[in-house]
């Protein structure tokens, strides 16, 4: 299932944009642009199998997979802050391909996460100018991806049971255990290097177009030099190294609220168009039905508070980008407080919302051909990939004894 072409007919060959947003909000509106697209046949997507590789050019060629370049490259030169927001845009519109925008644009800052800064420039330069799409092999519920050292090289061997994006990616962030050590190393290799076979197996309920399935890491070797963050073999760490984690809680929290937005968003046009008062009802039009009116009033409002706080995370997190070199620990704990917190409440408020709308839509509303299941599928999905109880109990630990979190791949 390929993406409708909207354009007019002779104009399928010229690009869909001749020119670059140049502020946070044309980017925005970029991304919006995106999404409509994408919602033109979003239902027959969700259930087609072919790999997502149209979609992956279209996010091309619309700039946003380097809306963080450096702007003398050719990237948007955007912050994380506006970057939340476009990955909201495109997730309202397609979850999974929000998902797999998210995952790149925090691939597409690993470098910046563990590099140095010599690496950081190359990568920057090289990702943007070819405009990299990023993979990433980095489940650490996995047994560790086992890497020895041959002199210049280092080779990894292993396999992991998720490799989201990496079968329609350019690069792969490949990490793993130096053997015999405690030592962790990222690398981002090429995807079709020799030694990495990504498997057609995601066959999940939802998220389905994500291309989250296993890959084999057979002896993919890759040059020190490659090795994040290492000089002369040896790494220096910062606490900015650990600051994935509330980058892509954040990413989770922006695209989980744009699929609830999606879902709301296309609840209420089928309402407004297609839904009928109850037979027993005192009003002839569903719009004058008190208790569809208070659904949409309550849904609406509580996604409205869960972006509000997403948006007020992101804003502290910039801070913390501006201050990368010198962010403190104490700084970063509290941090992940308020990321556990919107990491929680977006949970909550997106499955509330993607199973609460068809109280408004009615017993036709779940014909297969609306696809209204798709929104919830899509959230309970990936709200499993870990416990939100254990967010909670981040922020309330925090405020019964002032415990801050300590770093770990999940907190």
Not at 329 to 355: D, F, M, N, Q, Y
């Amino acid at each position: 299932m390929t993406i409708t072409d909207t354009r007019p007919a002779g104009a399928a060959t010229e690009p869909r944009w001749t020119t670059a947003p140049t502020t946070s909000a044309e980017w925005i509106d970029r991304a919006h642009e995106v999404a409509a697209i994408l919602a033109v046949n979003a239902v027959a997507r969700d259930r087609a199998t072919e790999a997502p590789h149209e979609e992956v050019t279209l996010l091309k060629e619309s700039g946003l997979v380097t809306i963080l370049g450096p702007t003398e490259f050719g990237g948007g030169g955007q912050t994380w802050e506006t970057a939340y927001q476009v990955i909201r845009a495109v997730a309202a519109a397609d979850g999974s391909i929000g998902q797999l925008l998210g995952y790149h644009l925090l691939w597409f800052w690993a470098a910046r996460l563990v590099g140095t800064k010599e690496q950081i420039a190359a990568v920057e330069q090289a990702a943007t100018e070819n405009t990299w799409f990023f993979g990433g092999a980095v489940n650490p519920r996995d047994n560790d991806v086992e890497i020895t050292d041959e002199g210049d090289t280092i080779v990894y061997n292993g396999a992991k049971t998720f490799s989201t994006g990496s079968r329609v990616s350019d690069v792969t962030v490949l990490e793993g255990v130096l053997a015999g050590t405690d030592t962790h190393v990222f690398a981002i290799v090429p995807s079709n290097s020799e030694g990495l076979t990504f498997h057609d197996d995601w066959d999940n309920i939802g998220q389905r177009r994500t291309e989250s399935g296993s890959v084999t890491i057979d002896h993919v070797r890759t040059d020190w030099s490659s090795a994040a963050g290492f000089a002369n073999k040896a790494f220096e760490p910062r606490v900015y190294n650990t600051l994935n984690v509330p980058i892509i809680q954040l990413v989770f929290v922006n695209f989980y609220l744009g699929i609830a937005r999606g879902a709301l968003e296309t609840a209420a046009d089928y309402t407004r168009t297609t839904t009928r008062a109850w037979l027993h009802s005192t009003v002839d039009n569903a719009l004058d039905e008190p208790y569809i009116i208070d659904l949409y009033g309550d849904l609406t409002g509580k996604l409205w508070a869960a972006e509000a706080l997403a948006d007020a995370v992101a804003a502290e997190q910039q801070r913390i980008h501006e201050n990368a070199w010198t962010v403190t620990e104490h700084e970063r704990g509290e941090h992940e407080v308020r990321v556990a917190a919107a990491k929680a409440r977006a949970t909550e408020v997106a499955l509330e919302i993607t199973s609460g709308i068809f109280e408004g839509l009615g017993a036709r509303a779940t014909a297969s051909s609306h696809g209204f299941d798709r929104f919830w599928r899509n959230v309970r999905t990936h709200t499993l990939h870990d416990p939100v109880a254990y967010k909670r109990r981040e922020v309330g630990r925090h405020v019964l004894t002032g415990e801050l979190p300590q770093p770990t791949w999940y907190s």
